[in-house]
């Protein structure tokens, strides 16, 4: 993926120097909470998660999660991109941002610039995303991009259950 940019972002790959901010992202209360406890808790585990996560997603597929800094102050404040999920038949947005940063507008930004990357450079007619079921501001965020829900689907091959979201072009 090239590097995106917008008014007050820059959208692009990870890399293993992340490892500081993808600890502190991947412990973040709402992450835990929302996303999962992925065991993330020294800068060796953070740096193995990028390179064996997004880094091999790029590498397999050409699209992954990405990191989101504020493009004044080369700050990282957050990831979203694309990701191919083995139990959903359209390619799902993906993000999740530092507490600190919420409420400014970034995740939106960052959002619409990566469906219209999907769109415009990868030919994606269909972009879905999901969210825990009480996860609301995420839900929110998805309809705000023009996401109709489409109900609750199993997450994977386990017994919990999401909301799906999805946008066609």
């Known amino acids: ?17 992340d490892g500081p901010f993808i600890l502190e992202l991947l412990n973040e ?17 953070a740096k193995k998660y990028i390179i064996d996560g997004p880094m091999a997603m790029y590498a397999e597929q050409g699209i992954g999660l990405y990191a989101v800094e504020l493009k004044e102050s080369s700050t990282p404040i957050g990831v979203c991109g694309l990701i191919q999920r083995d139990f959903l038949k359209d390619v799902d947005l993906g993000f999740g941002y530092l507490s600190k940063y919420w409420g400014k ?21 269909r972009i879905a995303g999901f969210t825990s079921l009480d996860n609301e501001k995420s ?28 946008i066609e072009f």
């Open 139 to 166: 839900a929110n965020l998805l309809q705000k991009l023009g996401m109709r829900d489409e109900g609750k689907i199993r997450y994977a091959s386990t017994a919990e259950y999401v909301k799906l979201f999805a």
């Open 1 to 17: 993926m090239k590097m995106i940019e917008t008014e007050r972002l820059l959208i692009m790959p990870l890399t293993a120097n």
């Open 105 to 125: 507008g970034y995740a939106y930004e960052a959002a619409k610039a990566v469906m219209t990357y999907g769109m415009d450079e990868l030919g994606y007619r």
């Open 29 to 45: 209360p709402d992450w835990l909470k929302y996303i999962g406890d992925r065991g993330i808790r020294t800068i060796d585990d």
